[in-house]
């Protein structure tokens, strides 16, 4: 059954290798969307794309901070109900309001914004359209993830992206594709994907519920922290970034560093899959008092997986460095760098994405998440202010891997005092990558960089080698 911690345990593997399948396809088509625009409308044409989404993702902040809790108490629901309708309904009612509060406001947001994007009026009916259609079907994925409908999930967002690509595909075809065209694929794309969802969870929300004071407050309770925590998060995140690198760069420049935004939140998928898995099981351990088991994946498992992550970004990195000139043109040559600084900045992020935020989540400690983003926000502002000017996209990827390590130092010190979590050798994990980065960015060496990398994470596998084999046994008890 799929209300017990067992169900998650037993079919973590299963689940893990289908979201990864499934999130392969979607990288790849991804992958062709980003190949067609950057192809037919260059490096500006696809900057302009992109301003449009980091528009409605600044709106966005504002109206999905009660996401979260569709799925911490969707899940308690779901174990003693298999339902998920009142969790599911609760929050949707907020999720109406707030949209409604934020497009009614946009008089007031969207002109400062649009003029840091460099975005014309006609782009706001597009902007809030986006919008609209990505919270509600934001609210559908985590429905799904409450449901532990996970698998579902997946082939949803790899439909979403095949939709995405064969529209882009059929505009080129049919040569009319522009900035409009290829946002509206954006943007028809998920409206879809929301109508098949609400579908397949139909029996879980389509059902008879009741809904107490104690239960809404509850769920604002854990919901509230969240909405300064989105919207600081923002600041910390790519899609700030796309604003400060419009304001001191230019819109090519936007286009160019967006390639490896793209690519690297391509390879974040697959430890955002594993926080799929973890959240509801981390829940489901909460009610079933299983702490032994959540200690020992971040005593061993967390760090394990942290430096083995920091391998793989780097020799993605350095293929990458290769290749980016040749698939995109001589002119995305420039993203090379910022990739494999951002690459590193999402191995410094592991430990938070596949550990700290879901068991954040799942303690009803997102205080911690909150306190985390507003540091993280803060120091990513100022070393855009400082760095964009200087080193240019180089330095707008320095600021989110400073950023990201001040949000890991601040959960592992607040979850090792709220859930007496070991922050064990998760630093030491993350010194081959930061290594192998320092020293492409100062000789231009990406062969050394590699080297370097690979170098320092023989030696720290080899001094936490026991830890190493404690994390080898603990997947291998994973039962198919």
């Given at each position: 059954m799929r209300q017990s911690s067992s169900w998650d345990i037993r079919n973590a593997p299963r689940n893990y290798i289908s979201l990864v399948?499934?999130?392969?396809?979607?990288?790849?088509?991804?992958?062709?969307?980003?190949?067609?625009?950057?192809?037919?409308?260059?490096?500006?044409?696809?900057?302009g794309i992109v301003a449009v989404i980091a528009?409605?993702?600044?709106?966005?902040?504002?109206?999905?901070?009660?996401?979260v809790a569709v799925v911490r108490f969707g899940v308690d629901e779901f174990v003693e109900t298999e339902k998920i309708a009142r969790t599911f309904w609760t929050t949707i009612i907020a999720l109406a309001a707030n949209l409604v509060l934020v497009a009614g406001l946009s008089p007031l947001w969207f002109p400062y914004l649009a003029n840091w994007l460099k975005l014309t009026p006609a782009s706001f009916w597009l902007v809030i359209v986006h919008l609209a259609v990505t919270v509600i079907w934001i609210q559908v994925q985590m429905g799904l993830q409450a449901a532990k409908l996970l698998r579902v999930q997946g082939f949803l967002q790899m439909i979403e992206r095949l939709l995405i690509f064969s529209g882009l595909f059929a505009l080129t075809a049919a040569a009319v594709l522009g900035s409009t065209w290829a946002i509206l694929c954006y943007i028809a794309a998920p409206a879809a994907m929301i109508v098949v969802g609400i579908f397949r969870l139909r029996s879980y929300i389509f059902a008879r519920f009741s809904v107490d004071r104690v239960f809404v407050r509850k769920i604002f309770a854990f919901s509230i922290p969240l909405l300064p925590f989105s919207l600081v998060g923002y600041?910390?995140?790519?899609?700030?970034?796309?604003?400060?690198?419009?304001?001191?760069?230019?819109?090519?420049?936007?286009?160019?560093?967006?390639?490896?935004?793209?690519i690297n939140g391509m390879a974040l998928q697959l430890p955002t899959l594993a926080n799929t898995l973890l959240l509801p099981l981390?829940?489901?351990?909460?009610?079933e008092t299983e702490g032994a088991r959540t200690f020992d994946f971040f005593r061993n498992v967390l760090p394990s997986l942290t430096m083995l992550w920091g391998l793989a970004c780097t020799a993605l990195a350095f293929v990458a460095y290769f290749l980016i000139p040749v698939v995109f043109g001589t002119e995305f040559q420039a993203a090379a760098l910022p990739l494999w600084i951002l690459l590193t900045a999402s191995t410094v992020a592991i430990p938070v994405a596949i550990?700290?935020?879901?068991?954040?989540?799942?303690?009803?400690?997102?205080?911690?998440?909150?306190?985390?983003?507003?540091?993280?926000?803060?120091?990513?502002?100022?070393?855009?202010?400082?760095?964009?000017?200087?080193?240019?996209?180089?330095?707008?990827?320095?600021?989110?891997?400073?950023?990201?390590?001040?949000?890991?130092?601040?959960?592992?010190v607040l979850m090792r005092r709220a859930a007496k979590m070991p922050v064990s050798w998760t630093y030491f994990a993350i010194i081959p990558a930061i290594v192998g980065?320092?020293?492409v960015a100062l000789y231009h060496a990406p062969f050394w960089g590699l080297s370097a990398c690979v170098a320092m994470s023989i030696l720290v596998g080899y001094w936490f080698r026991d830890s190493l084999g404690n994390t080898l046994l603990f997947l291998k008890n994973l039962r198919m």
């Open positions: 399948a499934f999130q392969l396809g979607s990288a790849l088509f991804s992958f062709a969307s980003v190949w067609i625009i950057t192809r037919y409308l260059g490096s500006e044409g696809y900057g528009a409605s993702q600044v709106a966005q902040v504002f109206i999905t901070w009660t996401s600041f910390s995140g790519s899609y700030v970034d796309a604003v400060f690198v419009s304001k001191f760069l230019s819109t090519r420049d936007l286009g160019i560093y967006s390639v490896a935004t793209q981390f829940v489901t351990l909460q009610r550990g700290y935020a879901a068991l954040s989540n799942a303690t009803s400690t997102t205080y911690i998440s909150m306190i985390a983003a507003i540091l993280a926000a803060v120091t990513n502002i100022l070393a855009n202010f400082i760095l964009i000017p200087r080193y240019g996209t180089a330095g707008c990827a320095f600021a989110t891997l400073l950023a990201f390590f001040v949000s890991v130092t601040t959960f592992a980065v320092l020293t």
